[in-house]
Structures are given as C-alpha cells and as structure tokens.
C-alpha cells in the first residue's frame, strides 16, 4: 500500500471541531461532512485538495472530542494519508477504524512544507519528499492495520 500527493500542511492542535465544525454534524451523509472539511481554517480546502494528496499535522492533531466525523471527513475529501508529530489517541483510533491512514513521525511533520510532494510506502514506513530530495521514517503499520486499512475500515475488514 502506497501514496503520492501534495501537502496541506496544518500547525499543532488541530482539534476535530476545526477538522469539521460542530454545525454540520447533523448529517451522516460522508460528501456533504467533505465538503466543509477544514473550512473554518482554510476556506479553500475542499477547492485545493485533490484525491491522493496528503495532509500534513503538528503535534497533538485531531485533539477535541471523540467523534469520528473528523477522519470520515478528511478521507472522504481525497486524502490519503495524514502525517503527524503526534496524533490524539482516539481521532488515531478513528481513523484506523474508518481505513484513513495515519502517520506519527515528528521529523516529517517539522520538515515538511505545504504544497511538497510526497511518496509514502505504508509497508516500510518511510516517507519521501520528492520536493526536497529527504526521506523521513516512520513507524510501519503492523500487519492488523494494515488489513483494516486495505479493507477500508474496521467493519469491511471483518468476515462474515
């Protein structure tokens, strides 16, 4: 499992309520949750993003509350991967349990610049900035989440 995309580069703290605002959380329709992704910190988000690009966090991304709103929204406007210094336990829960993958890796998330683009091999961890020539690694997903993730989420990957 691979990526390739360009960078939406965000800062420390970005909580769920910013990932998507309160005020539309009275929809399950996972389009309509895309569409105002980010947009109370960057209104053009969902005009910038395209499907593969990756969105780069500080330390602390997807603080806030518990809801999964937040990565069904991100992975549903066209991002591949989320990179961060560290990640909330339960959005890296969240995202995990909805198939969006995520990965903690503090150098990456410091070196990083909007609009880089990136190469991420899931299986190996190691994540290329192709802009800048440098390679970062973080830690490979075990081969459970792996499975999830190739599935698309916690619910598709188990057999019936």
Do not use: W
């Not at 990932?19 to 969902?46: G, Q, V, W």
């Amino acid at each position: 499992m691979n990526a390739h995309g360009k960078v939406h580069k965000y800062g420390d703290n970005v909580d769920t309520d910013v990932i998507i605002p309160a005020r539309y959380l009275n929809t399950a329709d996972h389009k309509e949750l895309a569409s105002h992704c980010m947009e109370d910190i960057d209104i053009d988000f969902t005009k910038k993003v395209k499907a593969g690009d990756i969105m780069v966090g500080g330390a602390n991304f997807g603080c806030g509350s518990s809801r999964e709103h937040a990565p069904i929204a991100i992975k549903e406007s066209g991002i591949a991967c989320v990179i961060a210094a560290t990640f909330a336990r339960i959005f890296f829960r969240n995202s995990i349990n909805i198939g969006l993958p995520i990965l903690e890796c503090p150098e990456a998330s410091e070196k990083i610049s909007d609009g880089d683009e990136l190469d991420i091999n899931f299986d190996t961890g190691v994540i290329v900035n192709v802009t800048k020539n440098e390679t970062y690694q973080a830690q490979p997903f075990p081969e459970f989440m792996k499975n999830i993730m190739d599935k698309g989420g916690l619910l598709k990957s188990i057999k019936k």
